[in-house]
């Protein structure tokens, strides 16, 4: 937004759309035609919007804007995933991934420029909070890539069929401008997206995930990390708030809404910290303990940082645990890393895009990406 006259209607769900419409003195359905033309065909002027009256053409240009924040850096990986960083402003920078599958393109969108929770593994939590995204940040991450995907793999059809909230940030500490987003990702004149393709991770903002059951139940993956709640107070502070228990029974009431009938849980595994047999012995009694959580697990390996005294968990050992989660019952994955060669997998590049200003170069060479006065761009993922 370049003043506070003008609306950058990437901010605006179709509620919010017909608002704004309203106020210029038009017709609702205008706000239809609007989201039309921005979401499903990646206009930005308002000049192409043949089918709206040029008087309404000529105020919108006034008013208005359709814009996503600038590109820092584009990478592309042998496997196809594509990362993007996009510059929020005020020395913030965050993380945007595209991983395509078989079957599916998956969109990995950050929800904050760092992250206040500050959980032990992850670089973004020991960057600190810098702030809030707007919705139109959110969103323009999937305006932006759906789009630029299209003319790239010259596709006429949708390439993005996945939203996965796995970026930098905890989306539900985030709630008021992520719930604008959400339903503009589930909007049909907008992307359409199923609510079993648009997936919240959290990291257990219990009251949160309430009220997302109730305004927009979209896929749950909860970052849990930890059997008990000396360990997870350690790796994930915020649990000494909703211990493991009230995220528990928190995730069975979710189970009532929930478009899918599991929740994923999210396991990122840590070297003789929370990988052991015992533990995963544990982990199994903690969750029966909750008759109703139907639950997958995600075992995912930590991808180390300087900063984090962490190392990742051994192949074998993951495999061991994984075999006592499926042995019990549990569907349990690993997680197989992508676009590690653009650093595109989770925690890998916010350890080295520090809060100044640097020419950063990666890849022996093989490409140069200027960071200006970045911070904390973090870890996306691959996406179960
Ligand atoms: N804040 C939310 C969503 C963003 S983090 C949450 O915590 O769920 C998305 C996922 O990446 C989380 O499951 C988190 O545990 C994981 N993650 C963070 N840092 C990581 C690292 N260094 N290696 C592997 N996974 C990491
Ligand atoms: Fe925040 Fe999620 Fe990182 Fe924890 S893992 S610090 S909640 S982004």
Avoid at 193 to 211: A, E, F, K, N, Y
Wanted: with cysteine; hydrophobic share 40%.
């Amino acid at each position: 937004m370049t003043d506070s006259a003008v609306v950058n209607l990437l901010d605006l769900d179709q509620e919010g759309l017909v608002a704004f419409c309203e106020q210029l003195g038009e017709k609702r359905f205008r706000a239809v035609q609007l989201l039309r033309w921005i979401h499903q065909r990646g206009v930005a002027d308002f000049g192409q919007m043949s089918d709206l009256a040029k008087v309404l053409r000529d105020k919108l240009a006034g008013r208005a804007i359709v814009a996503a924040p600038p590109v820092l850096s584009q990478h592309e990986s042998k496997d196809g995933t594509i990362k993007w960083l996009f510059d929020v402003g005020g020395g913030n920078a965050i993380e945007t991934v595209y991983i395509p599958e078989d079957d599916r393109g998956t969109l990995c969108i950050s929800s904050q420029a760092g992250c206040a929770v500050g959980c032990r593994f992850c670089s973004t939590g020991h960057q600190g909070f810098s702030r809030n995204l707007t919705t139109g940040e959110i969103v323009a991450q999937l305006w932006f890539a759906e789009h630029f995907l299209r003319r790239h793999l010259k596709r006429d059809e949708r390439v993005i069929t996945n939203v996965v909230m796995m970026g930098m940030g905890e989306p539900l500490q985030n709630y008021a401008r992520v719930l604008p987003a959400l339903r503009l990702m589930l909007d049909d004149q907008a992307y359409g997206l199923s609510r079993r393709r648009v997936t919240v991770s959290t990291s257990g903002v219990v009251p949160m995930i309430d009220r997302l059951a109730q305004d927009c139940p979209v896929a749950l993956a909860v970052s849990l990390h930890a059997p008990d709640d000396a360990l997870r107070d350690q790796l994930v502070p915020l649990n000494r708030k909703h211990p493991i228990d009230e995220l528990l029974a928190t995730c069975v009431a979710y189970l009532e809404h929930a478009p899918r009938d599991f929740i994923t849980f999210e396991y990122v595994m840590l070297d003789g910290v929370n990988d052991g047999p015992d533990q995963a012995r544990a982990l199994v009694e903690r969750v029966r303990a909750h008759p109703g959580l139907r639950c997958k697990f995600n075992l995912i390996p930590f991808n180390p940082f300087p900063a984090s005294g962490l190392v990742r968990s051994p192949d074998a050992r993951v495999q061991a645990f994984a075999r006592i989660l499926n042995q019990a019952g549990f569907v349990t994955t690993v997680r197989k890393t992508r676009g590690d060669d653009i650093d595109a997998a989770c925690g890998q590049l916010a350890g080295d895009v520090q809060d100044r200003t640097r020419v950063h170069e990666r890849m022996a060479g093989r490409d140069t990406i200027v960071v200006r006065r970045t911070r904390a761009a973090r870890p996306t993922k691959e996406v179960s």
